[in-house]
Nanobody, 121 residues
């Protein structure tokens, strides 16, 4: 079994910063892409940022220049540094990973439980 655990959400004022972290654990053979998605109230879940095992990243247009995704392959973690936060960034942020498990060598898409980010004065 493979699981993702996020941390780092909370309340921040507009213009502030937060850093989200996500750790992948369990029966892991390899991890390919990892990423962050978010879902605001009444809206669909959307991609925020994604990074490949080789380090190539892509971002939603709404967060380019403000958010930075990084990955530690040795620790199976992915982070999201969020700067210049805006009220419209308020959402539940979910970690996602494309994993090959070590039990049956299956390709799995794994989601974390989500962490709430609230940007408000």
């Amino acid at each position: 079994q493979v699981q993702l655990v996020e941390s780092g959400g909370g309340l921040v004022q507009p213009g502030g910063s937060l850093r989200l972290s996500c750790a992948c654990s369990g029966s892991i053979f390899s991890i390919n892409d990892m990423g962050w998605y978010r879902q605001a109230p009444g809206k669909q879940r959307e991609l925020v940022a994604r990074i490949t095992r080789g380090g190539f990243s892509n971002y939603a247009d709404s967060v380019k220049g403000r958010f930075t995704i990084s990955k530690d392959n040795a620790k199976n973690t992915v982070n999201l540094q969020m700067n210049s936060l805006k009220p419209e960034d308020t959402a539940v942020y979910y970690c996602n990973a494309a994993v090959i498990d070590s039990s049956f060598y299956r390709s799995l898409e794994v989601w974390g439980q989500g962490t709430l980010v609230t940007v408000s004065s």
